[in-house]
């Protein structure tokens, strides 16, 4: 538990839950349209694509590509170490559809954009699952 | 075009700003009413002829330790203005939304003159430490909620961190390169040598940049801009109003504020560009003036990157091409093609968050630029302010 950095944490609503706390059973979740199967993020009360309002979490595989990242040296947040790696990330379910995360047991030097990734989630408190990126071949 | 393009019924008729600096302990509503009183005797109006105001972000929001100095009601009560149209809010395209709203209350007639200003005070308030992250300072109690819900809990805590991942972005699709991005820094330092106002003023070198701490990869220390205290304001007059005033009116010839992607700073389609690419498009939409006709471009600096972004999306070299454009200065620097940020920019004369390119806009077009007066007398110029899904931009003229 020592490893873990301090984390400012999302404010968890019945909007959002399944996206925080699906890590618990191992799984990312994405709302997804259920009458044309658009995925929605961050969620929303209606399908951007068919205005649809029959919406639903959905597990997505939690392999990804890296888009972008970047090496904070920055102590923006008191008690998280430095260096750290922020990344962007798509998922294959979707064009477009990505995340703000953090790239974990991952080299700078070794990163190259494009690379596949693979969810790890970070325990939190309050239930709250991180959704982590590390390489896919480690 | 086959309506009129209403913006040309507005005219910037005077411009003013405080001192600045940095930590200068002063009460930012004392700073903004130095502003406003300069715009006001600039243009060779009283207050009583100010009868709108507009500021961006206003009172009342989140943001870094004093990223708001004076909200729209504090400067009514201050001045005693008597108003028949106000705004203020951070949700506008980019810091100079507000200007641009201040154009339209006046081309529809809602006001005739609407004294529009921006104020900070970052310096004072976030003290001697280092820069503040955004909603950092709540304690262990707080929760992230709204846009920074989805990025606060990976640390992502400042626009530094989300516009150098669109510059790496950059770098990886286009071959940028940080020598590249280091011209805009380096003209930046050159021209607030030539700004008595300027913050920071000794000569930087290549070396000096490459020898800078690293921030966010790929910005360094000199790729982000200086938190100061001061504040800038204008007045945006009707032209039919202007033209009877102490100055040659600067005439807005066209405004750009689309945002066509989506309002976020990782969900957007094409994260190299964002929202500059759509305000400037509509920019250009809206005039018969090319870039070509442009003799001075101020473009946001908030980060070095942006500038780039801007000169892409406004079309002085193609997407893509700015690395190359920008290489060895010369194309950007005040003898240049297109000179950039004349006065140093946010990066070296300091951060007054979007208004200063504006305020220099006019300083150049007026003449006025002392030892940084562009050649030539320039005729046309483009204030631009904001980077991610934040933007919009404005080409004004002398004649």
């Known amino acids: ?27 990312l979740r994405f709302l997804r349209c259920q009458s044309c199967t658009t995925w929605i993020h961050p969620p929303a009360p209606l399908c951007p694509a068919c205005e649809s309002r029959d919406l639903a979490p959905e597990p997505v595989s939690g392999t990804a590509q890296l888009v972008t990242y970047t090496e904070n040296h920055q102590p923006w947040i008191p008690g998280f170490p430095l260096p750290y790696l922020i990344a962007i990330v798509e998922f294959p379910e979707q064009k477009g559809l990505r995340l703000t995360t953090n790239l974990v047991h991952c080299d700078v030097d070794s990163i190259a954009i494009g690379m596949p990734l693979r969810v790890v989630f970070e325990e939190a408190d309050e239930g709250i699952y991180l959704p982590l990126f590390e390489p896919a071949e480690i | 075009m086959g309506s009129e393009i209403l913006e040309r019924r507005a005219a910037i008729s005077g411009i003013g700003q405080s001192e600045y600096g940095r930590r200068m302990e002063r009460d930012p509503l004392a700073l903004t009413a130095d502003a406003c009183l300069a715009a006001i005797e600039d243009a060779g109006l009283r207050r009583q002829d100010i009868d709108g105001l507009s500021t961006y972000p206003g009172a009342g929001i989140q943001g870094a330790p004093g ?28 810091q100079l939304g507000a200007v641009i709203n201040a154009c339209a209350a006046v081309a529809t007639g809602l006001a005739r003159h609407v004294l529009c200003f921006r104020t900070v005070w970052e310096s004072t308030a976030q003290g001697k430490g280092r820069r503040a992250g955004i909603g950092t300072g709540g304690g262990g109690s707080f929760r992230a909620s709204g846009i920074m819900e989805w990025t606060l809990p990976f640390g992502a805590a400042s ?6 991942m669109m510059a790496q972005r950059h770098f990886h699709e286009y071959g940028t390169t940080r020598e590249q991005l280091a011209q805009i820094a380096l003209n930046a330092r050159r021209n607030a040598g030539l700004n008595p106002k300027a913050i920071y003023r000794d000569p930087m070198s290549l070396e000096d940049y490459f020898a800078a701490r690293m921030i966010t990869t790929p910005f360094c220390l000199f790729d982000c801009d200086v938190p100061v205290d001061g504040s800038t304001a204008f007045i945006v007059s009707s032209l039919e109003a202007a033209r009877d005033l102490r100055r040659p009116p600067v005439r807005v010839e066209a ?16 994260l190299t560009t964002m929202a500059a690419r759509d305000a400037a498009k509509m920019m250009w939409s809206r005039t018969d003036l090319r870039p070509a006709d442009v003799d001075v471009a101020q473009l946001y600096d908030g980060f070095s990157f942006i500038t780039l972004s801007w000169l892409e999306a406004l079309g002085f070299c193609g997407v893509g091409e700015g690395g190359p454009f920008i290489e060895g200065g010369q194309r950007i620097a005040l003898e240049g093609e297109i000179p950039v940020n004349t006065h140093g920019g946010q990066l ?48 004004v003229t002398r004649s």
């Open chain 1, 1 to 27: 538990m020592s490893d873990k950095p301090f984390r400012i944490l999302p404010r968890v609503t019945p909007e959002n839950e399944h996206f925080w706390c699906g890590g618990g059973e191992g799984e």
């Open chain 2, 348 to 395: 070296s004369a300091g951060r007054l968050h979007g208004f200063g390119f504006l305020h220099e806009a006019c300083v150049q077009l007026w003449g006025e630029g002392g030892e940084r007066q562009v050649p030539g007398d320039p005729q046309v110029a483009i204030a631009a302010a904001g980077g991610g899904p934040l933007g919009g931009c404005l080409l």
């Open chain 2, 67 to 94: 990223f708001t100095g004076a909200g729209v009601s504090e400067v009514q009560e201050m001045l005693r203005l008597d108003l028949d149209w106000f705004c203020g809010g951070p949700e506008l395209p980019g």
């Open chain 2, 255 to 270: 405004v750009g504020s689309a945002l066509h992607g989506r309002p976020s700073w990782d969900q957007f389609d094409d």
């Open chain 2, 159 to 164: 626009a530094a961190c989300w516009i150098a």
